[in-house]
């Protein structure tokens, strides 16, 4: 009789569990949740950074894509070096970059990065 209550515990403990979790993916986006817990300045192991050099930190509306599908912010900023280097600005004086960490699309055929690391 015990055994059969223990058992009986344990399966509805598991079906809560299940819903649980179900309930907390369909409610928004647990991935990005997650990172944000452990890894809030940089790029979680399942996110990609996207590197954005502006030649001219005064006027915003000139960039150009660094590098894409970059692993980590370090990486992000040697890629954004390189490519201050070539612009004939290796101390990043007039120049200006972001790191924009993990790109989570959302309901309405847009998204949002979790986070961007400036200078």
Same mark, same amino acid.
């Given at each position: 009789m015990m055994q059969f209550m223990r058992g009986r515990?344990?399966?509805?403990?598991?079906?809560?569990?299940?819903?649980a979790v179900l309930a907390w993916a369909s409610l928004g986006a647990p991935q990005e949740w997650f990172a944000n817990q452990f890894?809030?300045?940089? /790029? $979680?192991?399942?996110?990609?950074v996207t590197a954005v050099y502006y030649p001219d930190k005064s006027d915003r509306t000139v960039f150009k894509f660094a590098g894409?599908?970059?692993?980590?912010?370090?990486?992000?900023?040697?890629?954004?070096?390189?490519? /201050? $280097?070539a612009n004939n600005d290796p101390q990043l004086e007039r120049g200006t970059y972001e790191?924009?960490?993990?790109?989570?699309?959302?309901?309405d055929h847009t998204g949002h990065y979790r986070l961007k690391i400036t200078p």
């Open positions: 515990m344990a399966r509805r403990l598991l079906a809560v569990g299940i819903i890894w809030p300045g940089d /790029a $979680a192991p399942w996110e990609k894409e599908n970059i692993e980590n912010a370090e990486k992000c900023r040697d890629v954004i070096m390189k490519q /201050a $280097a790191c924009a960490v993990g790109f989570y699309s959302s309901n």
